[in-house]
């Protein structure tokens, strides 16, 4: 009978705790949803800073603003951790024509990749030659010498989340793809955008070069350009190609982590980081990629201010610098975590887009994923209870992973991130509203959860 009662007892208990969690998430819920800043601020973010390149004088414009921003939102410590960032310049506009019979000539829509070299002040002209897979690149290696090698490696459509389609595919965009090129004698790489949307817009992305092969220029194509330039090489294999790009690096520039932090009242020095990163492509807006993530991330620390929320840990509000070519700023933030010996206990990213939140991708131990589960349940009124324990957190918080620190990284509908990812269509106007506050809504209730309850 005493065992009955202590379970009862204990269940009950639970049952209030849980209640009383319910209750606070909904205040979550009806302070973001009526108050929020997020879509306020990603336009001041998007349309009054634009691209933000690491090393470019926007990336100190960026920096500026989410300094301040987190001050004037109720940041009890705000800093800046400095990093040595790349320094990569397109340089001028990337183009690219077909030489087709008769003289005729077809402008194709391509963009350089990060971190590429340029054609060298003049437009290098040559026959392409297309290459589905590396498997294919091997069997015609022989045949690749003074050619612009074209990767028409397509998304998989049968994957359902379509991230898992970006993994198979951004190899070819990679050092593997431009250096495998190179090491037979191919002059330049046109790679198929990392992407499965219905219209043209190329997507740029960093690449790298192995330092054994010579550096050429790569770029991507949009994809009914790179339809159009596959069929068309099948009927005319002496097609060539005139491909003017302008990329270069400048030394190295001194960027910035901006962090604000709410002090936590019983472990101070226990830490919970969650962030973004404020770099984009120099292409667009960087709306989605990431100033989604970036005005989530600071309107978790302004709702925690206007509920009066006092975390029991310190909770760090981190904006990432260049995430997109060289993550610099995320290798900083857990070095100098290593070095000052901080017990970080829990790390959250969004760095997927403001879409539609379904769950949360997590990296942890089982133990603690089983606590995790149990609040799932709490996230289903906001649509986020997809818990997945995939070894998935998000690239930046990646590196506190030496420390033992859990990750997690919040999870939208995918269906059409990669439709606008690193091209001219990831835009403020592509972000709607109620789901860019959904996505802190549930960012801001697992960061509650995890500081109430640990892991």
Not at 37 to 48: E, G, I, P, S
Not at 79 to 92: D, L
Not at 390 to 408: A, C, F, M, R, W
Not at 415 to 437: G, M, P, T, W
């Amino acid at each position: 009978m005493k065992g009955l009662f202590s379970i009862l007892l204990f269940t009950a208990i639970n049952c209030f705790a849980q209640n009383a969690d319910e209750v606070f998430i909904k205040k979550i819920s009806d302070e973001i949803f009526t108050h929020s800043k997020a879509y306020d601020n990603l336009r001041v973010l998007t349309k009054t800073i634009g691209p933000r390149l690491a090393g470019s004088p926007n990336m100190y414009k960026a920096e500026a603003w989410g300094y301040n921003l987190l001050k004037a939102t109720g940041s009890e410590n705000t800093y800046k951790q400095a990093c040595m960032v790349p320094h990569w310049v397109r340089g001028g506009k990337d183009e690219a024509v077909a030489l087709l019979p008769g003289n005729k000539r077809k402008v194709l829509d391509i963009v350089a990749l990060g971190n590429s070299v340029g054609t060298g002040g003049k437009p290098l002209t040559a026959p392409v030659i297309v290459i589905n897979s590396f498997e294919e690149l091997e069997a015609k290696k022989d045949d690749v010498k003074g050619k612009i090698v074209f990767y028409n490696y397509k998304f998989n459509p049968r994957f359902v989340e379509t991230f898992q389609s970006y993994g198979d595919a951004v190899k070819y965009r990679g050092r593997l793809g431009t250096s495998s090129a190179a090491k037979y004698g191919a002059v330049a790489t046109i790679v198929r955008s990392m992407s499965h949307e219905a219209g043209n817009n190329p997507h740029t992305g960093s690449t790298w070069y192995d330092s054994a092969y010579k550096k050429n220029p790569a770029v991507a194509i949009g994809l009914r350009d790179a339809d159009w330039l596959a069929d068309e090489i099948g009927k005319n294999r002496s097609l060539k190609i005139q491909l003017k790009t302008n990329g270069y690096f400048l030394p190295d520039a001194e960027g910035h982590n901006i962090i604000g932090e709410l002090k936590g009242s019983e472990f101070p020095n226990e830490y919970i980081t969650v962030g973004g990163h404020l770099d984009s492509w120099d292409n667009c807006e960087g709306a989605h990629d990431d100033g989604a993530g970036i005005t989530q991330t600071i309107e978790i620390l302004r709702t925690f201010k206007a509920l009066g929320y006092k975390p029991k840990r310190t909770i760090r509000f981190v904006l990432f610098a260049n995430e997109e070519n060289g993550t610099r700023g995320a290798k900083k933030y857990a070095d100098e975590a290593e070095a000052k010996k901080e017990k970080h206990i829990f790390a959250l990213e969004s760095d997927a887009g403001g879409f539609t939140p379904r769950g949360f991708h997590f990296d942890v131990v089982p133990e603690a994923f089983s606590k995790l589960k149990n609040w799932a349940p709490m996230f289903e009124p906001y649509g986020g209870a997809g818990f997945v324990n995939d070894g998935e957190g998000g690239v930046d918080i990646s590196y506190l992973k030496k420390l033992g620190t859990p990750l997690s990284g919040l999870s939208p509908d995918s269906q059409r991130y990669f439709d606008i990812h690193h091209s001219r269509a990831d835009v403020f106007e592509s972000v709607n509203k109620r789901e860019l506050e959904l996505g802190a809504i549930n960012m801001a209730a697992l960061i509650y959860l995890v500081d109430k309850y640990g892991l």
